[in-house]
Structures are given as C-alpha cells and as structure tokens.
Nanobody, 122 residues
Framework: QVQLQESGPGLVKPSQTLSLTCTVS??????????WSWIRQPPGKGLEWMGAIGYSGSTYYSPSLKSRTSISRDTSKDQFTLQLSSVIPEDTAVYYC??????????????WGQGTQVTVSS
C-alpha cells in the first residue's frame, strides 16, 4: 500500500521561499508510469493543481505558478520537493502531495497525503 506524507514548516514569511517535502512509502517514485503532484487548497476555495514530476524526472507546472514553482526529487529517498518562491499571504493554503496514474486515458489521483497547513504571514 502506497502512503504519502507531507512535511515542512507551517509558517513562512512573505517574500521567502516555501519548501515542502513529500515522502513516499510502499512504492518507488521512479516506477513506470506514475506522476507525483502537488495540489493546494486556500481557505474557502477549491483545489489548485500546482505541478508534478514524473517517473522519469520530467516536470510539469501550472501556467499561473510556473514562474515561482520548482519541483525536484531524491530518488534514493523516494521523496519529491516543492519550492514556491516569493510567497505572498494568498499562498496560504493546505498543501497536498498525491500520486497520479493514467487509467483509461485520463489521470487518476489514487493516493493522497493528509495535507499540511502552510500560512504565509509576517
């Protein structure tokens, strides 16, 4: 059974860089053909896909966030990391990591982390 766990600081000051790590257990982040995503949910709003890193290391980003977003991975630890630079208070949200698998021609989020609250405030 695959499990995902987010970790990182819960409070980040404006203009700084938010950094979160997702640790995967029960599976390898290099296994064909899975993709590993970051999604966030601001208070009172819907889910927003931020980006993903694939089994081969390719990265994909939301157009609205790509200028500030970087996703990387450490295959030896089965971890992938989100970095969001120049944060503003509107970046306050619950941040999730999740696995995506392609099923019948579309991506399915089959495993999720529990989410971690990140607050941007001075």
């Amino acid at each position: 059974q695959v499990q995902l766990q987010e970790s990182g600081p819960g409070l980040v000051k404006p203009s700084q860089t938010l950094s979160l790590t997702c640790t995967v257990s029960g599976g390898s982040i290099t296994t064909n053909y899975y993709y590993w995503s970051w999604i966030r949910q601001p208070p009172g709003k819907g889910l927003e896909w931020m980006g993903a890193i694939g089994y081969s290391g390719s990265t994909y980003y939301s157009p609205s966030l790509k200028s500030r977003t970087s996703i990387s991975r450490d295959t030896s630890k089965d971890q992938f990391t989100l970095q969001l630079s120049s944060v503003i208070p509107e970046d306050t949200a619950v941040y999730y990591c999740a696995r995506v698998t392609v099923v019948a021609g579309w991506g399915e989020y089959d495993y999720w982390g529990q989410g971690t609250q990140v607050t941007v405030s001075s």
